[in-house]
């Protein structure tokens, strides 16, 4: 197996030749295609998106359902993952993303039908996050943190708000194998999910992007041994969807 020193320690959008400017230029990019976000999520993954967010959900359910527990949903976009811990849970939930407008949308979503939020959103960046230490039973995070600009440090910001033994799940794209399965995949990841993305969005290079950002992340098993060398232990994974997606889970020491 790779050993995740040898890969990546951050995303990096063409053009970018810093941790900074690659941070940058993705909260530019998710700024403008916030207005479609949500639609071209349950499109382009033909609704699976619903699919993953409540499996990861009923996965931490025995933290969710104490009264006392806290959960933060990092890089929460538009919140739907927020919103699927919050649904039937007694743990006080809030998200946190750097993108303003994403974060509009999210406030949206989350009033009530009395005019109460069901979720609280922060305007926050992963890698500084303006929360106390251990102040958090559980973190979690849904296809964001292959857009950080610096992994390991991502892994150790979220150790610090994460009281001792409290959970951290990160919901990721994972690229199948090769295979007919996996070659069928990477067609439609890199050949017609641009093309739709680009024509719904507007914004071609968005959607180009995001297949590459899959294609140049962890392994499964390479993002569990980069967890473990973070300090995280009981770290597991689970495979869904022909491979397509894993979450993974660790317990902070």
């Not at 690659?22 to 382009?44: C, G, Q, W």
């Not at 933290?63 to 976009?77: F, Q, W």
């Not at 973190?139 to 440090?153: D, I, K, M, P, W």
């Amino acid at each position: 197996m790779t050993e995740p020193a040898t890969l990546p320690r951050g995303t990096k959008p063409e053009g970018a030749s810093s941790e900074q400017e690659a941070s940058r230029k993705v909260r530019e990019m998710f700024t403008r295609i916030a207005p479609r976000y949500d639609l071209l999520n349950h499109l382009l993954s033909a609704q699976m998106d619903r699919v993953w967010r409540s499996r990861t959900a009923r996965e931490l359910k025995p933290i969710l359902d104490r009264s006392n527990a806290v959960a933060l949903d990092l890089c929460c976009g538009t919140g739907d993952l927020a919103f699927a811990l919050r649904q039937h849970a007694k743990a006080r939930v809030v998200g946190a993303d750097f993108s303003h407008t994403m974060l509009v949308r999210a406030r949206e979503k989350a009033l009530g039908t009395n005019g109460t939020a069901t979720v609280e959103f922060f305007e926050a960046d992963a890698l500084r996050l303006p929360f106390a230490d251990q102040a958090f039973d559980l973190v979690t995070t849904a296809f964001g943190f292959r857009n950080l600009a610096n992994y390991e440090a991502g892994l150790r910001e979220i150790a610090r708000v994460l009281k001792p033994g409290g959970t951290l799940g990160i919901l990721e794209f994972s690229e199948p194998l090769p295979g007919v399965l996996g070659d069928l995949y990477r067609f439609y990841c890199r050949r017609v999910l641009p093309k739709i993305g680009g024509l719904i969005s507007g914004d071609a290079e968005a959607y180009a992007y995001l297949p590459k950002s899959v294609s140049r992340f962890y392994r499964p098993e390479e993002l569990a041994a980069l967890m473990k060398q973070a300090g995280y232990t009981q770290v597991r994974y689970q495979l869904m969807t022909l491979n397509s997606v894993a979450l993974h889970l660790g317990v902070r020491k």
